[in-house]
């Protein structure tokens, strides 16, 4: 029988980096690799979105659309991919439609070729308007699963939400399975259900080595026909991150699947990242932990950034001694709230209402706005409905919405937006910016506005 076709979408420059150290690789710390990737052969190279903007805006003084636009031009031969949360875009609410339309032509246009588009309840309402943009746009939507196990998550679910994601004119499929918990048997069985639904279209493996289930998983897929894996260059895969490119592409070479990256380069690349991961690693943005196996995921399919954040918050509150029961508080909100899968932003959500109820010593006595938001539909449709004495508790009387929320938001946000910024705007993408991330944002505008006043009075006194 032959074999397919194995392509490869790398990740060291978004989920990998994203994974192990927080999304802190700075541009200046890519540029000098980035035409050697180019030539690498890849499927295509996931380089924004996600927690990117956020932090080249927040942390690294960067404009992420002129990072966008940099790398374009340094790998002209790659398919250039991002992630995008659906009506979220890449923040943490629902935005109206027009702005989900503006911000996937703008990303086009400045040079994304892939758009892997998911949401967090993979509810299609969601997912609709941002497939939709990108394929009149030009690019090509991934539309992705967001992968989890339940009662409710079935084969046939799954399938389902499939097909309805083919007609709305994905050019592939990807299951993303964001806490390293899809064991080989299910990712062999759920790749050979899609593959049956829908045997012409491309179908994405994404997972993380945090059970230290991934290459295994990734083998089995393969074998049931998934096209394209997400790997990572070898100084930043394993732990919270993907399986190493080089481990992988070896593996299937020598099983006989046809696998077209150059190796010599790939070692360039290792050779490249090597000590750029060590500098992470000796000044603390690396931590140990995040390298290491976790199979908590497997018991109770908590994320390992999700682990982390739960860890924090009952450190700030002087309860580390109640981590044990915010875990087992976890699955029993998860299953409370109608089996969301545990992905930003219901991973938060979740984890911070299991370690309200610990702390509160009784189940939602605390309830914060965005659990609220949740239970009246602002977030989608939830996969299992919500418990109903657990919906009362927290809503009273208030009934929840009976329409896709993003048609309840205005429609002048960006003319808002664009007035509030006057000036400061130069362009589109500005004000896309402040839309998604205002004061972050504006912080952003103000030191770019400082050094351009710096780069002025130094060129007059150079004269």
Known sequence: MKKQKVGFTET???????????????????????????????????????????????????D?????????????????????????????????DDIV?????????????IIRIFDALNDVQNLKVAIEETVKSGAMASG???????????????????????????????????????????????VSAIKDAQPDLPLVMHTHCTTGMAYMTYLKGIEAGADVIDTAISPFSGGTSQPATETIFCALREMGYPVSLDEKTLYKMADYFKPIRNDYLKDGTL??????????????????????????????????????????????????LGYPPLVTPTSQLVGTQAVQNVLAGERYKNVGAEIRAYCRGEYGR?????????????????????????????????EKAQKTLGDTAKCEEDVLSYIA????????FEKRREQEEKKVKYSITEV
């Open 12 to 62: 060291a420059l978004r989920d990998a980096s994203q994974s192990l150290i927080a999304t802190r690789l700075s541009y200046d710390k890519m540029e000098p690799i980035l035409e050697t990737m180019d030539k690498a052969g890849y499927y295509s190279c996931e380089v924004w979105g996600g927690a990117t903007f956020d932090v080249c805006l927040r942390f690294l003084n960067e």
């Open 64 to 96: 992420p659309w002129e990072r966008l636009r940099k790398i374009r031009a340094h790998m002209p031969n790659t398919k250039l991919q991002m992630l995008l949360r659906g009506q979220n875009i890449l923040g943490y609410k629902h935005y109206p």
């Open 101 to 113: 339309r503006r911000f996937v032509r703008a990303s086009v246009r400045n040079g994304i070729d």
């Open 144 to 190: 992705a699963i967001s992968y989890t196990t339940s009662p409710v998550h079935t084969l046939d679910n799954y399938v389902k939400l499939v097909n309805e994601m083919a007609a709305m004119g994905v050019s592939s499929v990807c299951i993303k399975d964001m806490a390293g918990i899809c064991t080989p048997q299910s990712m062999y069985d759920l």
């Open 287 to 336: 931590n140990p932990i995040s390298m290491g196996t976790d199979t908590q995921c497997l018991n109770y399919q908590i994320p390992g950034g999700m682990l982390s954040n739960l860890l924090s918050q009952l450190k700030m509150m002087n309860a580390l001694d109640r981590f044990d029961e915010a875990l087992k508080e976890t699955p029993l909100v998860r299953k409370d």
């Open 382 to 414: 939830t996969p299992a409905p919500i418990d109903p004495a657990i919906r009362k508790k927290i809503l009273g009387d208030e009934q929840p919405l009976t329409v896709r929320y993003a048609d309840t938001l205005p429609t002048d946000t960006f």
């Open 437 to 444: 991330f205002p004061q972050v944002a504006e912080n952003f």
